[in-house]
């Protein structure tokens, strides 16, 4: 590319994020309570009845989603027998226990995704499997690694506090439990939280509303495979434009009147090519093929080599990267990036039919600023008569009245708003989500005022034997169920070496604590790129200030690294 061509895609770029930066930054969404406060409830199962606990347990897993089951199954094969998984929903899955909207799937390849394949002997039915099937795999390794037998499902823990006499943890629920664990692991997940837009007059609106997270299916009828037939005579609003939407809009333009999707930022829509699973290929598998798929997948995104053969459109990027020459890094990076992009608006105009709605659809921003989308049903839905895109030029919609949205003056009349606006990650590590959990001296909260403190951002100093999975002073990858496995391997070689070695407890020095801080500091992302991009999650809405402190490798890096701290470092936390 030209140095006039980067300069001019920069200002483009420049433009359009200007005009979605708002004051009020990651403040401008609320949480559903009030009349909003379904996200509370479970519709999915009948309320449980049962006398508080107060018994005592091994090991104590808050959350019953993939990282939670990966936790407690890791524990099991270490050797732990008494394991008890406590979980809001009526059920395992986590996000894929509530996340039941009308074409729901994932957006990894279900082969490398779905995890504990091999152990539970199973293959996904297609690439990308519906949420159902994950649902049942959740169930699967549930059953398959005993983890029913203590668990406690329409509870949610309110407090927990560490007793230094007894080296163990007291945990408090909402059915007024107090539990007693030797070992608490947390794994509430970054998607836990619905988030709805603070739009002016969302009080006011006098028709049906929910969230992606709690489908209505008593409305729309029908399931997540579809037959919404009670939206047949129904204008339907979908507000959010990301990941979520670009599976709910084809399925709710097949059975609605009319579906208005209203957009404030395109998302960027790559190729899916789903397929189902080929048998023959599935039963050609040898012992060793679902960890070697995964790191291959790994290696490839991270540009480290591997098989590209195996990797779907998440590789496009690092395929772009191999292709560009010249002696910067950084300018080949981006000049990859906008080939990629370009390459995805022209795929806008080779599908959708309407040029004006062709040109609101297109992503005009780097493709590492957001969370890439892919399908082959999304863009071809703009086709027909039925659905119609509202473009709001970067701004949002206006109001919200008794009998509409607003935008831009004109007041859209709709039966229901759907609510595609995602989760409140950032509230997603335990430090941070609220609940009051009380160490040898102080809360977590107060021991991370300042920031994250914690060594591989799994254990803190002055909170034994608790750890802590997900994002956060560790590595990332779009992968996300493949990075907590490595955690839970982690925490269960933990367990099982202090109890091998009858250790008191695990908990990292203030000495390793504070390195491992250090180095994060040392490692802290640039933000740059970042600070330049369209404004969401990945930049906390525009508001991105400093460098964010993390793991500067890739995911298998850091599991490696893990791997021969374990060998070497254990002195750092057993006590």
């Known amino acids: 590319m030209l140095d006039s061509e ?17 004051p009020d930054g990651a403040r401008q969404y609320v949480a559903p309570e009030g009349d909003f406060g379904y996200y509370v409830e479970d519709p999915y199962a009948e309320e449980i009845q049962r006398e508080p606990l107060t018994d005592e347990v091994e090991a104590l897993v808050i959350g019953g989603g993939l990282g939670g089951l990966l936790a407690g199954t890791r524990l099991r094969q270490a050797g732990v027998d008494s394991i008890r998984v406590v979980e809001k929903g009526g059920d395992v899955g986590g996000t894929w226990y509530w996340n039941r909207y009308p074409g729901v799937r994932c957006d990894i390849e279900s082969y490398i995704y779905l995890p504990l394949l091999e152990e539970t002997g199973f293959v996904p039915s297609e690439r990308y499997s519906r949420g159902e099937e994950i649902r049942r795999h959740a169930q699967r390794i549930a059953k398959h690694f005993d983890l029913y037998r203590d668990a406690c499902f329409q509870t949610e ?13 007291t945990v408090r629920t909402d059915r007024g439990d107090e539990m007693r664990a030797k070992y608490v692991i947390i794994s509430s997940g970054p998607f836990s939280r619905p988030k709805l837009p603070g739009i002016p007059g969302i009080d006011d609106y006098r028709g049906h509303t929910f969230h992606t997270s709690r489908w209505d299916y008593g409305y729309t009828g029908g399931d997540q495979y579809g037959g919404m037939d009670r939206l047949a005579d129904k204008r339907v609003a979908l507000i959010g434009t990301g990941a979520t939407a670009i599976q709910v809009v084809p399925a709710v333009a097949e059975d609605a009147e009319r579906l208005l999707v209203f957009q404030r930022t395109p998302s960027a829509v790559d190729v899916r090519g789903n397929a189902p699973t080929d048998p023959e290929w599935a039963a050609s598998l040898d012992p060793g093929w679902h960890q070697r798929r995964r790191d291959n997948f790994l290696r490839v995104v991270h540009g480290k080599g591997g098989d590209d053969e195996q990797v779907d459109a998440w590789g496009e990027l690092t395929r772009y990267s191999r292709a560009e020459t010249g002696d910067d890094p950084e300018l080949r990076a981006e000049i990859a990036d906008h080939r990629k992009m370009s390459a995805l608006r022209a795929r806008v105009d080779e599908v959708v039919s ?10 005009w921003y780097r493709h590492v600023c957001k969370r890439p989308t892919f399908s082959d049903e999304y863009l071809q839905a703009f086709n027909r008569d039925d659905v119609e895109l509202i473009s709001t030029a970067g701004h949002g919609v206006e109001r919200i009245t008794e009998n509409g949205i607003v935008v831009d003056g004109v007041e859209h009349v709709v039966d229901c708003i759907v609510f595609a606006t995602g989760f409140d990650v950032g509230a997603g590590h335990p430090a941070f989500a609220g609940t009051p959990i009380r160490g040898r001296e102080r809360t977590l909260a107060e021991h991370c005022a300042r920031g ?23 590595a990332v990858s779009v992968n996300f169920s493949h990075v907590l496995d490595e955690q839970a391997v982690h925490v269960a070689g933990l367990v099982g070496q202090a109890e091998a070695r009858g250790a008191r407890c695990i908990e990292p020095t203030e000495r390793a604590e504070q390195a491992w801080v250090d180095r994060m500091e040392r490692e802290a992302l640039p933000i740059d790129v970042l600070a330049e991009c369209t404004p969401g999650y990945y930049n906390s809405e525009g508001q991105l200030t400093r460098k964010r402190p993390g793991y500067a490798g890739d995911a298998l890096e850091f599991s490696e690294l893990l791997r021969q701290w374990r060998e070497t470092s254990l002195h750092e936390v057993l006590r």
Request: hydrophobic share 40%; charged share 30%.
């Open 6 to 22: 980067i300069e001019e895609l920069r200002a483009r770029y420049r433009a359009e994020r200007d005009k979605r930066l708002r």
């Open 452 to 474: 994250l403190r914690s060594l591989h951002g799994l254990t803190s100093n002055g909170f034994p034997n608790l750890f802590c999975l997900g994002v956060g002073q560790n």
């Open 354 to 363: 309407d040029p004006a709605t062709a040109e609101a659809l297109k992503p």
């Open 157 to 169: 823990v309110s407090e927990m506090a560490w007793d230094e006499s007894a080296l163990r943890w």
